[in-house]
């Protein structure tokens, strides 16, 4: 069975840095790309950042280039989204999400975990 | 970037009776080496991540009733929920995954009338 575990969320001051990580099992994971997409308070989703099996391919929204970046570690089934210079409107549900294998669509998410981003 | 918007917002369908929701790209989405469309269907219900109903925009996740069914091509794209039942009520997003940033609609929130 596939299970998405994330972690790392909290409280931070702007300006601040965060380290989300997902632990993923149940599945061969350095053949499946993986994605965070994010969901503010009584908002919609919005897809943040993605990486592929290999890590070989990233990319990012154009709201956290240069400020988020993510990774893994197929050793440790682990993907992270390492979180710089965050700002108020970051305020979110960050969700892990596996990719479906034949195409990006996201097949398996985790429960997510809360940032919250605020003096 | 890819825009995709979603049309209505919201909507409210009696039991029984037909949902159609639809997504529009901004540009094709048209995957070259398959031929197929590379857009995904989401349900959200109230404190639960999202779940998968269909991607190449017509191909069902397993589980998914088949009462669902996803359609469309090029830049335009529907949701279409048959025989409506009260586990339905959800926000529906679509999802273009065509190319980085791989962009959500703004979500349609469907209710029973």
């Known amino acids: 069975e596939v299970h998405l575990l994330e972690s790392g969320g909290g409280l931070v001051q702007p300006g601040g840095s965060l380290r989300l990580s997902c632990a993923a099992s149940g599945f061969t994971f350095s053949d499946y790309a993986m994605t965070w997409v994010r969901q503010a308070p009584g908002k919609g989703l919005v897809w943040v950042s993605a990486i592929a099996g290999s890590a070989a391919h990233t990319g990012y929204a154009d709201s956290v280039k240069g400020r988020f970046t993510i990774s893994r570690d197929n050793s440790k089934n682990m993907v ?6 965050l700002r108020v409107e970051d305020t979110a549900i960050y969700y892990c999400a596996k990719t479906e294998g034949s195409s990006w669509a996201l097949d398996y998410w985790g429960q997510g975990t809360l940032v919250t981003v605020s003096s | 970037d890819i825009v995709m918007t979603q049309s209505p917002d919201s909507l409210a369908v009696s039991l029984g009776e037909r ?6 790209s901004s540009q094709s989405i048209l995957y070259i080496s398959n031929s197929k469309n590379s ?8 404190g639960q991540p999202p779940k998968l109903l269909f991607y190449w925009a017509s ?3 397993s589980g998914v009733p088949d009462r669902f069914s996803g359609s469309g091509s090029g830049t335009d ?5 048959s025989n409506l039942q009260a586990e339905d009520v959800a926000v529906y997003y679509c999802q273009q ?6 962009t959500f609609g703004q979500g349609t929130k469907l209710e029973i009338k």
């Open chain 1, 80 to 85: 992270y989204l390492q979180m710089n210079s």
């Open chain 2, 97 to 102: 995954y065509s190319s980085f940033p791989h």
């Open chain 2, 19 to 24: 949902a159609t929701i639809n997504c529009k």
């Open chain 2, 59 to 61: 191909t069902r996740e």
């Open chain 2, 77 to 81: 794209f529907t949701l279409t929920i």
């Open chain 2, 39 to 46: 857009l995904a269907w989401y349900q959200q219900k109230p």
